[in-house]
T-cell receptor
Framework: EAGVTQFPSHSVIEKGQTVTLRCDPI?????LYWYRRVMGKEIKFLLH????????ESGMPNNRFLAERTGGTYSTLKVQPAELEDSGVYFC???????????FGNGTRLTVT | GNSVTQMEGPVTLSEEAFLTINCTYT??????LFWYVQYPGEGLQLLLK?????DKGSNKGFEATYRKETTSFHLEKGSVQVSDSAVYFC?????????FGKGTRLHILP
């Protein structure tokens, strides 16, 4: 089966611009998660979808971040406007049901200059 | 709150050396514990897990035992290989979230 895929793998943008990250979970996985790792720090939870619904978005840093999962398939994470501190690696993960193992994508490395 | 603390890297070892990466946790209740690994250019992969006290998770020669009394889940391998070079993340699962440590970069020299 195809794994979790994320696009793009790298993105370099200027402060104030907008970037949209995309995640395609494993087909049939209802649970989709976004995580972020800022350089040298923990991988931190951002939010969790069950199908198209946001189950938990307690980790979203502020209202410059908007996540969607229309139709319960792929998800996008938009950062608008981007700030320097948004730089990091954004990971997406999916699972079949709550409590089952997470399958991670390779991540998107975002650099805001 | 829930948190994970793991030893800082980088850790550099020679091939066939013994490996220990320390991990301790703080959590309410009884979380599941995990080690994830990220090889160069790849995503995170689950390496092993333990779901209750005294459980031992093992995979690819790596082992970790869930120690409730010391709130620890140290990762060990008896003889490391160059191919084990990666970043290792200790993590706990609680309330359907995974909470990660900062990661430990491991370099194995031939």
């Amino acid at each position: 089966e195809a794994g979790v895929t994320q696009f793009p793998s790298h993105s370099v943008i200027e402060k104030g611009q907008t970037v949209t990250l995309r995640c395609d979970p494993i087909s049939g996985h209802d649970n989709l998660y976004w995580y972020r790792r800022v350089m040298g720090k923990e991988i931190k939870f951002l939010l969790h979808f069950v199908k198209e619904s946001k189950q938990d978005e307690s980790g979203m840093p502020n209202n410059r971040f908007l996540a969607e999962r229309t139709g319960g398939t792929y998800s996008t994470l938009k950062v608008q406007p981007a700030e320097l501190e948004d730089s990091g690696v954004y990971f997406c993960a999916s699972s079949t049901h709550q409590g089952s193992p997470l399958h991670f994508g390779n991540g998107t490395r975002l650099t805001v200059t | 709150g829930n948190s994970v603390t793991q030893m800082e890297g980088p850790v550099t070892l020679s091939e066939e050396a013994f490996l220990t990466i320390n991990c301790t946790y703080t959590a309410t209740g009884y979380p599941s514990l995990f080690w994830y690994v990220q090889y160069p250019g790849e995503g995170l992969q689950l390496l092993l897990k333990a779901t209750k006290a005294d459980d031992k998770g093992s995979n690819k020669g790596f082992e970790a035992t869930y120690r409730k009394e010391t709130t620890s889940f140290h990762l060990e391998k008896g003889s490391v290989q160059v191919s084990d070079s990666a970043v290792y993340f200790c993590a706990l699962g609680r309330d359907d979230k995974i909470i990660f440590g900062k990661g430990t970069r491991l370099h194995i020299l031939p």
